[in-house]
């Protein structure tokens, strides 16, 4: 079993067996990418909307603990986060994905590599392949801004570098927020440490391109998944495409609003809610005339912290749902079992109806 994360995330196989498309010299949507109609991204969406909260708003904690358990994911005003600081990360993003693919694919996720340029690392849980390409980054993306700016790399690290030390603050605020609302307090969550500003935490940072499509309604941009994260903070363009799914309601679109950050409920908070708070299953759809761009900072718990549900949601007539898992070894479950992850850390049987999304297909009827 792997014991760091970025093990974990190695062992997962979506590496260097795909063909990288270059999306901006197809005019027709390759057999590769077209999704059969089960699949496709068209199903109608529901006219219910995500919770918008801003932070600075004195019932923050329960507006945020509602949205949790009614939706998974919810999105945040009054974040902290610089406007100028989401304009540098979304150019940084955009010069990245607009250099030549032989240029990009310098960088490209080795095959013993968690880092760099490739295709969705879900890729090999779906028959078709998916209209985007992304660029994941664990610690320094040094040796990769090197290859693909050999005289210019560094404006690129240090947009990085900040954007990660941002989010992180800002995460740990939520992660507060989040167990505020379940009555939890700093004594119950050692691993926060001792200054309860969760320093051993990390975030890996994945950015994400979806370029114009010929043929929007057969292509997918991401496949529905939920995150194997605590929480992951995403910022979009101004294109939309991100959808989340609202049980019995069916896939709602998350509009991006400028200056706002959407804030997805991942597997591992789940866990520690005892169930009680669903991770949101989500998908981006792409679109015929717009690139659309995404930066999702995914956030876990220090290495070697076993994640279990919080002992103040866990008495004999709430047994606990899951049983102790550290980020690492939920992550190489999930690159086995993908939306089964959760199933197969599960103690007993699901209390509610969120436990969980196995087996759910692109679009299912039944679930819209
Ligand atoms: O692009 C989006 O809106 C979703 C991104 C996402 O789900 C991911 O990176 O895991």
């Known amino acids: 079993m792997p014991s760091r994360v970025s093990d974990a995330i190695r062992t997962q196989p979506g590496h260097l067996l795909y063909k990288h498309l270059d999306f901006n010299s197809v005019k027709e949507l390759p057999d590769s990418h077209a999704w059969h109609d089960e699949y496709s991204s ?20 329960k507006l945020v603990g509602h949205a949790c358990k009614i939706w998974g994911v919810f999105q945040v005003t009054n974040h902290g986060i610089t406007t100028s600081l989401l304009d540098d990360i979304e150019s940084a993003g955009r010069n990245l994905f607009s250099l030549p693919i032989q240029q990009k694919l310098k960088a490209s996720r080795s095959p013993d590599g968690v880092s ?8 090999c849980f779906f028959p078709k392949l998916m209209w985007s390409e992304g660029f994941t980054i664990v610690g320094s993306p040094l040796e990769h801004a090197r290859q693909l700016w050999p005289h210019d790399y560094q404006k690129f690290c240090n947009v990085i570098e900040e954007y990660d030390r941002e989010m992180k603050q800002l995460a740990g605020r939520l992660m507060w927020l989040m167990l505020g609302s379940l009555s939890t307090t700093k004594e119950d969550v050692k691993w926060a440490g001792p200054k309860g500003d969760f320093e051993e935490a990390s975030g890996v940072l994945q950015l994400n391109s979806y370029p114009a499509c010929p043929d929007p309604d057969r292509a997918m ?35 991006p609003l ?6 997805n409920v991942g597997d591992l908070l789940h866990i520690l809610s005892n169930g009680l708070y669903p991770s949101v299953l989500h998908r981006a759809v792409v679109n015929r005339t717009h690139h659309r761009l995404s930066m999702a900072y995914l956030y876990g718990p220090p290495a070697g912290v076993q994640i279990s549900p919080l002992s103040k949601l866990v008495d004999p007539t709430h047994p606990p749902l899951y ?31 969120y436990d969980h999304h196995d087996g759910v297909k692109v679009g299912q009827r039944g679930l819209g």
Request: charged fraction near 15%.
């Open 323 to 353: 049983r102790p898992i550290t980020w690492s070894e939920y992550l190489s479950t999930k690159a086995k079992h993908f939306n089964k992850a959760l199933s197969s850390v599960r103690l007993c049987a699901p209390l509610n109806r």
């Open 116 to 123: 760099g340029y490739g295709v969705a690392r879900i890729s």
């Open 221 to 255: 941009g991401l496949a529905p998944h939920t995150d194997s994260t605590l929480l992951t903070i995403l910022h979009q363009n101004n294109t939309s495409g991100l959808q989340v799914l609202r049980e019995g309601n069916g896939w709602v679109t998350v509009p």
């Open 258 to 263: 400028p200056g706002t950050l959407v804030v």
């Open 42 to 61: 068209s199903d109608s969406c529901s006219m219910d909307s995500v919770p918008v909260i801003d932070l600075s708003d004195p019932n923050a904690m």
